[in-house]
């Protein structure tokens, strides 16, 4: 039997679509330049939709950003889950995999991490609209690494938010200057992120 579809799930279908084509164009072009005409002809929708389902360019914006960080956290609990131990070769698999993530479109993600953070900068009071959100990452995955070194028998030498932070700041950049500088940085960012566990 053909599942229906609700006028719910249709909503939700069209956002995701509009979604996925807003972080192309903002990625490509910059908040600045991104067009809704832009955006909507990438989605296969009329300007309309966009007004209906975000409202304004900017809101459209601070949602691509809420998802990129939700996508964010949730990619890097997938590359730590798979460790097992706190060797080197597990800092190999790990650095591998954060490799694999960043060749997989991360240049442009990371780009956009950079273009959210220039315009929020720019902006006080979208600033203040994501404050809460961007904490809420943050406090997500601080959880998640205590929780993860906590497994090992391990303890951090700084708060765990505070390391939560360090790696958000950090990630996108290394992305981005493994790409732009032809180095591999993956490797020895996660020993710099290593040398705040104490292993017992």
Excluded: C
């Excluded at 599942?3 to 069209?14: G, L, M």
């Excluded at 164009?25 to 832009?38: C, Y």
């Excluded at 979208?126 to 809420?136: D, F, L």
Aim: glycine residues 6%; proline residues 2%; without cysteine.
């Amino acid at each position: 039997m053909v599942e229906r579809w609700t006028r719910e799930r249709r909503r939700d279908h069209t956002r995701s679509l509009l979604l996925d084509a807003a972080e192309e164009v903002f990625a490509e072009k910059g908040f600045a330049q991104a067009t809704l005409d832009d955006i909507a002809y990438a989605a296969g929708f009329t300007k309309g939709a966009i007004y209906k389902h975000f409202g304004t360019k900017e809101d459209l914006f601070l949602e691509v950003s809420d998802r990129h960080w939700r996508r964010y956290i949730d990619s890097f609990t997938e590359v730590v889950s798979a460790v097992t131990e706190l060797g080197a070769r597990e800092l190999d698999e790990v650095a591998e995999l954060w490799r694999g993530l960043g060749q997989d479109r991360g240049a442009e993600r990371a780009a956009l991490s950079h273009e959210l953070a220039l315009y929020l900068l720019r902006n006080p009071e979208a600033r203040e609209r994501v404050t809460a959100k961007r904490m809420e990452a943050a406090e997500s995955l601080a959880r998640f690494i205590e929780d993860g070194i906590a497994r090992f028998g391990g303890t951090l030498t700084i708060p765990a938010l505070t390391f939560a932070h360090l790696i958000i700041a950090t990630s996108d950049a290394v992305v981005l200057e493994s790409r732009l500088g032809d180095v591999d940085l993956y490797r020895p960012v996660l020993e710099m992120y290593m040398s705040a566990i104490k292993r017992p």
